[in-house]
């Protein structure tokens, strides 16, 4: 993790007047206890000030509790205040502020590329946005994944990408420069970027259901990124989401859902989507055919443990997965989604073929390769 220490003096916003005018308080679980009691007993007079100051109090190193956090976040949960986009972004809107900033530099076209579930979503399959995005970055993309380890599943991101080889939670924000002018994938480990996800962590395994941090991720990648894939567990979030993404600059995205409730584009059948594109947001529905992939079971694209889906990673980037086989289909089909949204594929088809070809063309491989040996020598 970056080496910084917070202080429990910091900004946060006045209640009263404009609400981004900061002041300076001291913040501790004293002064958190009336907003989580005034957010129990009271949702509906919890405004978005009270948000803001709710979550600069988590950010804070001594603001809150580990009770108080777990309470805070079951209430949003149950108020129904985190289906709410306005409270999304104003929670990454604090999130941001106490973030270390990171230079990802100028490098290759197009817009800087994201592809994240937000987690929770009970099926726990292979980490394919995690390989779509290596696929996509050997296909043209700059893919600069934002994330962290598994909160509800059995492998994240970062627990992937560790089980690989790469030292992603020692990378520190200096180090992504060089990092980024080497490789056109990049994987920001969530925690060295914003210290209150180190805080929270603990109370988040140990409750077991999505919260609004599983939300805030996708918003708060320091990388800024304008194209994006973003996959949510529940069909009410699709509509909020895209709402968040747009308030937050995004300018390309597709919100996700699969019909069974999974965080990504589904295998098995119908996707809905929510497609943020020239300021407006527009719903329909994909599936594999508009592909032109068949379907296949969740069963059939179900993960194991990091070390499981690395060599399931490394078997298909070297080729020993036949394009009929369920997980390749999986890849191909959210890599295309991902190429499409950032204009590099004019077509779901082409997106394939592209998808296809990087893998093949050991494109892919070169990326994750150069990813691994980049951060390496980072840390060496």
Not at 99 to 111: R, Y
Not at 166 to 187: E, Q
Not at 343 to 371: H, Q
Request: include cysteine; glycine fraction near 8%.
């Amino acid at each position: 993790m970056a080496d910084t220490k917070e202080t429990a003096m910091i900004d946060v916003p006045e209640k009263t007047g404009n609400p981004l005018s900061p002041t300076t308080a001291p913040l501790s679980p004293t002064t958190f206890a009336p907003l989580l009691k005034k957010l129990v007993t009271s949702p509906a007079t919890f405004t978005l000030a009270d948000v803001r100051d709710s979550l600069a109090h988590l950010a804070a190193e001594d603001g809150a509790l580990p009770a108080q956090m777990g309470a805070f976040l079951a209430a949003l949960n149950l108020t129904g205040k985190d289906r709410q986009p306005e409270v999304f972004a104003a929670c990454a809107e604090v999130m941001q502020k106490h973030a270390l900033t990171v230079d990802v530099g100028e490098h290759g076209e197009g817009p800087v590329c994201d592809i994240v579930g937000t987690g929770g979503d009970g099926h726990n399959t292979f980490n394919v946005s995690t390989t779509a995005g290596i696929v996509a970055a050997g296909a043209g993309c700059r893919v600069y994944k934002h994330g962290n380890r598994a909160a509800t599943s059995s492998s994240g991101s970062a627990d992937i990408l560790t089980s690989l080889g790469c030292p992603v939670a020692s990378l520190t924000p200096s180090s992504i420069p060089a990092i980024a002018a080497a490789s056109p994938f990049l994987f920001l480990f969530a925690p060295n970027y914003h210290p209150a996800m180190v805080r929270v962590a603990p109370v988040r395994k140990a409750i077991a259901f999505p919260t609004v941090f599983n939300a805030l991720g996708p918003l708060i990648n320091p990388a800024k990124p304008k194209a994006m894939i973003v996959g949510v567990h529940s069909p009410y979030l699709g509509p909020v989401f895209a709402e968040a993404l747009k308030i937050t600059g995004v300018t390309n995205a597709w919100v996700v859902c699969g019909a069974e409730g999974l965080d990504e584009i589904s295998p098995a059948g119908p996707t809905h989507v929510w497609e943020v594109k020239d300021g407006q947001i527009t719903p329909r529905e994909i599936s594999p055919t508009l592909f032109g992939l068949p379907t296949n079971p969740i069963t059939s694209v179900a993960g194991g443990a990091p070390s499981e889906n690395a060599q399931t990673l490394i078997d298909l980037l070297d080729g020993k997965l036949p394009l009929d086989h369920p997980i390749e289909n999986y890849v191909a089909l959210n890599t295309a989604a991902l190429l499409v949204v950032a204009g590099v594929a004019k077509s779901p088809e082409e997106g394939v073929a592209m998808a296809r070809e990087s893998i093949k063309g050991g494109k892919a491989k070169a990326a994750l390769d150069a990813f691994r040996k980049s951060s390496q020598a980072a840390i060496a």
